[in-house]
């Protein structure tokens, strides 16, 4: 017996905490089958205030201390509640607990309800305030992924930390695609405590994991794109274009298609109904955003790393292959500028898109594993006034298995309409009220009593909010060292069985 049900009404049920007991913000209690949760907590006493106030000044200036008679029933500790879900019914709570009833802890004996979905993808374990309950939570991945993910937290909170999370248990399965653009390259392999991590190191990592740079080591992928697969739509992404510069492009492209880049590189002067200063500053444009350039003998060279005059021809078609067969595909774009990334990345997710619209029409979509990507920092891309391919894939991906796993820090910089596209969220700790509206008013379930639960979440410490979940899941996430250093333990233990028999 942990407190007892003292008023309230329905989303906030009123609870005299028992006074040894310690409740935290988050707890899960239980009363009558119904799953509670404390959301808010304050001081009550029988006391009236100016009692108060007279015994706290005898005290404080040295009159003596007044104690007060069966203290800890006279004061104690009120806290907030709301219900969760009712464990019985296993639905939404529609009637309130008895009155006066007397509540208990959650245990992990409570949720035996909760099913493994299809496909399932493990994100952690339910947390009762900071306490972690032995109840896996999992969420069905085809769902999940083609209906996108939002991952919102301050900086520092486990976002990143998550996505590995997600992807380790991803990795294999192949039922999921997923292109991660790795802006900190901090995914594939890094380094910490003297010790390598990082998706690479995963048992089936092989064939499932496929790495992309810009740098590469001897045997790694170089990211390398040839500009003859840049259409013009591409390029409207990222530069902006006056619609004389926007006809030319289109021009070109008609008449020269594959080669259209080079030949308007190259071109002296206007072709017919294309002027000289248009073309002039079109030829700026396309150099600054390709990193190309002509030198005197009119042969175009590159000033960057990804696009190629000679090479990368099938970079975009055999990422698009590997996605279409389940693997994981991360593009490590530390080095790049922001503008090349969403190139590269809008000119792949295009092409898959094109080619999952095509699956569908001819009925074979089914089949195929679904795609997400990866976008950290989602606002630059999903931001108020931005139409691209991202936008797109948020608005009617899902009708063609292609979903987004959106990562930032500024929800509210996201148009609300795509927020609530956005149909799971996993929700880690934000000092900011503002981006704590912007999430609560899209999530998936009513979360308006949350606000002080998600300012005080710590990190690792997270909530689900799903159309997929029966109620938003408050959980703990693993660290993902944790499962990199486990999994190399069992196959350690292994190798050492197979050796001596
Ligand atoms: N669930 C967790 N358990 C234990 N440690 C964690 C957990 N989540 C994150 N960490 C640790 O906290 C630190 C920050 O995590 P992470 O890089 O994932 O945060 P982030 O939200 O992605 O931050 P940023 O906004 O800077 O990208 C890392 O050192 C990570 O190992
Ligand atoms: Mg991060």
Request: glycine share 8%; hydrophobic share 40%.
């Amino acid at each position: 017996m942990v407190g007892q049900i003292i008023g309230g009404s329905y989303g906030e049920i009123l609870i005299r905490q028992k006074s040894e007991e310690v409740i935290e913000l988050g707890d899960l209690l239980v009363a009558d089958d119904i799953l509670l949760q404390i959301y808010d907590m304050e001081y009550g006493s029988l006391l009236q205030p100016s009692d108060l106030a007279r015994m706290s000044g005898l005290q404080l200036e040295g009159y003596g201390t007044t104690e007060i008679h069966e203290k800890d029933v006279r004061n104690y500790i009120l806290l907030r509640a709301k219900p969760l879900f009712n464990l019985k019914t296993k639905s939404i709570p529609k009637t309130l607990p008895r009155f006066f009833h007397i509540l208990r802890r959650a245990s992990a004996q409570d949720f035996e309800f909760l099913e493994k979905p299809q496909n399932a993808i493990y994100l952690g374990k339910i947390r009762s305030g900071s306490k972690i309950l032995a109840v896996p939570v999992y969420i069905d991945g085809k769902n999940a992924l083609t209906h996108h993910i939002l991952i919102p937290a301050t900086t520092g909170r486990g976002k990143s930390n998550l996505v590995k999370v997600i992807l380790w248990n991803l990795i294999g399965k192949g039922y999921a695609g997923i292109l991660v653009l790795d802006a900190h390259n901090e995914y594939y392999s890094y380094m910490k405590n003297g010790k390598k991590y990082g998706l690479k190191y995963h048992p089936d990592a092989g064939k499932n994991v496929i790495y992309y740079t810009s740098s590469p080591a001897p045997g790694e992928r170089g990211l390398r794109i040839n500009i003859k697969n840049v259409r013009p739509w591409h390029l409207r992404e990222i530069v902006e274009f006056t619609s004389a510069q926007e006809d030319a492009l289109y021009l070109f492209h008609k008449e020269y298609r594959e080669r259209w880049i080079e030949h308007l590189l190259l071109a002296q002067e206007g072709m017919s109904g294309v002027r000289v200063e248009t073309l002039a500053s079109l030829q700026r444009k396309i150099k600054v955003a390709l990193e190309l350039d002509v030198n005197s003998h009119g042969e175009i060279y590159e000033r960057g790393t990804i696009f190629s005059v000679s090479e990368g021809e099938r970079t975009i078609a055999d990422i698009c292959d590997y996605l279409e067969n389940g693997k994981i595909v991360i593009l490590d774009t530390s080095s790049l500028s922001q503008e090349i990334e969403l190139l590269v990345s809008g000119m792949i997710m295009s092409e898959m898109f094109s080619r999952y619209k095509r699956y569908k029409e001819q009925g074979v979509l089914e089949d195929k594993p679904v795609v997400s990507v990866v976008i950290e920092e989602a606002p630059r891309v999903l931001g108020e006034g931005k139409s691209n391919i991202f936008g797109t894939i948020a608005r009617e991906g899902r009708k063609f298995h292609i979903g987004i796993i959106a990562i930032t820090q500024l929800s509210s910089m996201i148009p609300r309409e795509i927020l609530a596209n956005l149909n799971t969220k996993i929700i880690l700790g934000n000092e900011m009220s503002s981006e704590r509206n912007a999430i609560i008013g899209s999530a998936a379930q009513d979360l308006s009593k949350d606000d002080k639960m998600i300012a005080s979440l710590d990190r690792g410490e997270a909530i689900v909010s799903s159309i997929f979940t029966k109620f938003a899941i408050p959980l703990q996430i693993d660290s993902f060292e944790t499962l990199v250093d486990k999994s190399r333990e069992k196959r350690k233990k292994r190798d050492t069985l197979m050796l001596f028999g």
